[in-house]
């Protein structure tokens, strides 16, 4: 099976996951594609399959020469929920002459709207029907893992350990919950869950919630001088003195403040906060911004906030950066194939960063898909042929230096 007709069957199934609910696998369609990737990884020859039916997780590896690193590849089965994925009817474009596409129903595909998608002029493109996201987030990752091992297991190149991870819920924040770190023993990994060819990530933000709970003091409203607090009100002042560092008007390396919900009256307010910055004194900072808004607020009024924070993810940076031969090693593979390394921050979080903060350095790699979670959704076949290549070329690198 080639890596066009292997992605094609992937979209084919639906695998939208759902927030609504708590446990994994949230959705039936994650078990038809893991039973189906057991299938295929069997045929390829992979060692240890290990399929976690309660959790839905597919493992697998490829046993190698125990003097080279032990790598792994993870991509996630499931899509994300925000446009439906129910009955995808992708569009195969061969050579894309560089203009607008018209999907179904007049909806455009514009270039003026998404300019980089004229580099693929010439090349091949797969699109959505207008009506349905394409999924290329992250069954493109899966089925370049997929046609990487298949290269692998039947060549005779030098590789240490290979390991695969394809795992559910990752677009709900579940997919570290129910990992195997006992059966994933490896020295680094990758995530394959990226967007633009050549792209490595090992940088996103460190994140915390803040919640800050307000008691206000009824009294009759007449008589409330010097006595009332008004709560609701006290909450629009915290919010007040918030610095203007806000996602709507911050880009590049700068973090933010997010005002996440904001409800309230008289007698009890509340306020959410996410936090976000990649550089961690930065980010203690604005944690102690927040305690510092709350500490003068309750010596003016009579200690009526609580403030509790809470740490969600943190910087996967220095927890891979350490790992100097890994970077290097990474650059080179990506070198090798003609491609231009692109490092990337990531504005936001990855499993990547839970992964490497349990011991196992943890990039994420392009993977040749543009637009995610949107019907615009599309994916390059030439740039997904050549982060098979990239992949391979990581594994042919892992070879030569040992991190
Ligand atoms: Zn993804």
Redesign the pocket.
Same mark, same amino acid.
């Given at each position: 099976m080639n890596l066009l007709e292997r992605f094609l069957k992937y979209v084919s199934i639906d695998t939208t996951s759902n927030s609504k609910k708590q446990n994994s696998p949230t959705s039936n369609g994650q078990i038809k594609l893991a039973k189906l990737l057991v299938n295929e990884l069997k045929e390829i020859g992979m060692d240890d399959i290990y399929y976690d039916e309660k959790h839905c997780y597919v493992y697998a590896h490829l046993l190698g020469d125990k003097r080279f690193p032990k790598i792994g590849f993870i991509s +996630?089965m499931d899509t994300s929920e925000d446009v439906s994925g129910v009955n995808i009817q992708p569009k195969v474009i061969n050579n894309y002459d560089g203009k607008d596409i018209i999907l179904n129903n007049g909806i455009v595909l514009s270039t003026k709207m998404y300019p980089e998608i004229i580099k693929q002029k010439g090349k091949t493109i797969i699109t959505t029907d207008g009506t349905t996201l394409l999924g290329a !987030? !992250?069954k493109c990752g899966i089925a370049e893992i997929m046609s990487m091992l298949e290269f692998v297991s039947s060549s005779d190149i030098k590789h240490g350990d290979i390991y695969i991870a394809f795992t559910p819920d *990752? *677009?709900i924040g579940l997919t570290i919950k129910n990992f195997d770190f006992d059966y994933f023993k490896v020295d680094y990994a990758y995530t394959v !869950?990226g967007s633009a060819l050549g792209q490595i990530k090992y940088e996103n933000f460190n994140g915390a919630t803040i919640d800050i709970d307000i008691k206000g003091f009824a009294t009759h409203l007449g008589y409330a001088k010097g006595i009332m607090i008004n709560a609701a009100r006290i909450a629009t002042l915290i919010n007040s003195y918030v610095p203007n560092e806000l996602p709507e008007n911050t880009d590049g390396s700068n973090g933010f403040y997010y005002l996440k919900s904001i409800e309230g009256n008289l007698t009890s307010a509340h306020l959410k906060y996410y936090i976000r910055d990649f550089d961690k004194s930065n980010f203690e900072l604005r944690k102690k911004e927040l305690i510092n808004i709350v500490n003068k607020i309750n010596k003016e009024y009579n200690n009526c906030a609580r403030i509790s924070i809470e740490d969600t993810f943190c910087n996967m940076y220095e927890y891979v950066s350490k790992h100097h031969n890994l970077i290097e090693n990474t650059l080179n593979a990506i070198k090798k194939v003609g491609v231009k390394p692109l490092i990337e921050k990531i504005r936001g979080a990855t499993d990547g960063s839970d992964i490497s903060e349990k011991g196992i350095p943890c990039p994420n790699l392009g993977t040749g898909a543009y637009n +995610?979670h949107s019907i615009f959704e599309y994916a390059s076949l030439n740039e997904m042929k050549k982060t098979v290549e990239i992949l391979i070329s990581i594994i042919k690198e892992s070879t030569k230096k040992n991190d």
């Open positions: +996630h !987030d !992250d *990752e *677009e !869950d +995610h």
